[in-house]
């Protein structure tokens, strides 16, 4: 357990872990949840949306700062630079930002540009749109005074000429936590979901991908798109799906898990409300692929869940306190 968790934040969390209830419950006014993240990777984002915090950054501010640390790691291939490409060889990022007053801002297909992050919230801030794509997203990311940078790794283009060979994508659940080797795989993709809570209670909350590797040239998952990838509602709460993208479009799925802590659900059990509807809706389709879901509830309170085991969070409190957890998972090995 990390240095600095006072014993309430130590058996609020141990016992959730204990439990497998994926769930990290609020401790006292004294310590609330700053940060919450998707993956074993968001302890770092989440220390550096802190830092944010702490320098009188708002919630805005802080998740745009954490989701600024694995786009600018080239060891993580699912986000940012260093990400693999798609099948033609481009490496495209998806993000979106939002906050609790309405903001909106996303990018699809954005190339050339790092932190596609911070291009989602200049389209929140200085447009009249919530999302641009492609070539028009580039564009303006470089008008806007964004460096031009070349994405594509040596690594990451050595994996897709590998790839190449055979041509085929076969998703691993889970691959971004496996070892040995870096976040990510050539055969799997994932996010970055990052939901903060100030001190004033403010929320924010932002996604970052470079989506599936190998994908189809102009392929857009779930994840720069509000209420699929993320959400966020003033007074109920946020939430981010992990997983693949195309599951989570069917059923809106951030929106649906807002929605049901909106009627009084837990941001625990909106996640398995979310999951368990995937698993009717989509009965074998869905054999061995991975979706979760991760939700901040207004009151600080954290849920996470997925259909398979191996997803996992990572929570930090105003303190700096910090935690990573595993999710509790409708199924057991994988189907």
């Not at 609330?32 to 984002?45: I, L, Q, R």
């Not at 999302?131 to 283009?157: C, S, Y």
């Not at 479009?249 to 909106?270: E, H, N």
Request: hydrophobic residues 45%; glycine residues 14%.
């Amino acid at each position: 357990m990390s240095e600095g968790i006072s014993r309430r934040s130590a058996l609020g969390l141990g016992a959730a872990a204990a439990l497998g209830a994926g769930t990290a419950r609020a401790a006292g006014v004294d310590d609330p949840v700053a940060v919450v993240s998707t993956w074993d990777f968001g302890k770092a984002a989440n220390a550096a949306a802190l830092a944010r915090f702490k320098a009188r950054g708002s919630a805005l501010d802080a998740v745009e700062a954490g989701a600024r640390v694995p786009e600018a790691d080239p060891a993580n291939h699912s986000v940012g630079y260093g990400g693999y490409p798609d099948r033609d060889g481009h490496v495209t990022l998806d993000a979106i930002i939002m906050d609790d007053r309405g903001g909106v801002g996303a990018v699809a297909g954005l190339e050339d540009v790092v932190h596609a992050v911070s291009v989602a919230r200049l389209v929140m801030e200085k447009t009249p749109h919530t999302l641009l794509v492609g070539e028009g997203a580039t564009r303006f990311a470089l008008d806007q005074g964004m460096k031009r940078t070349k994405l594509l790794t040596l690594e990451a283009e050595t994996a897709w000429r590998e790839w190449l060979k055979t041509a085929r994508y076969r998703p691993v659940a889970n691959i971004e936590n496996q070892l040995p080797g870096p976040p990510g795989s050539s055969f799997n993709h994932d996010t970055i979901g990052i939901l903060a809570r100030g001190l004033d209670g403010s929320m924010a909350a932002a996604c970052t991908t470079s989506g599936m590797a190998f994908k189809m040239r102009g392929r857009v998952g779930d994840s720069p798109q509000a209420g699929s990838g993320l959400f966020i509602e003033k007074n109920v709460g946020a939430a981010a799906s992990t997983g693949v993208g195309e599951e989570v479009t069917r059923i809106a799925g951030t929106a649906r898990v807002v929605a049901s802590m909106r009627a009084g659900l837990s941001p625990q059990a909106a996640c398995e409300e979310a999951v368990k509807h995937i698993a009717a809706l989509r009965g074998d389709a869905i054999k061995g692929l991975q979706v979760g879901f991760l939700a901040l509830g207004h009151d600080g309170r954290v849920g996470a869940y997925a259909l398979l085991p191996g997803f996992t969070y990572a929570v930090t409190r105003h303190s700096g306190a910090a935690e990573t957890l595993p999710a509790a998972s409708l199924f057991g090995e994988p189907r």
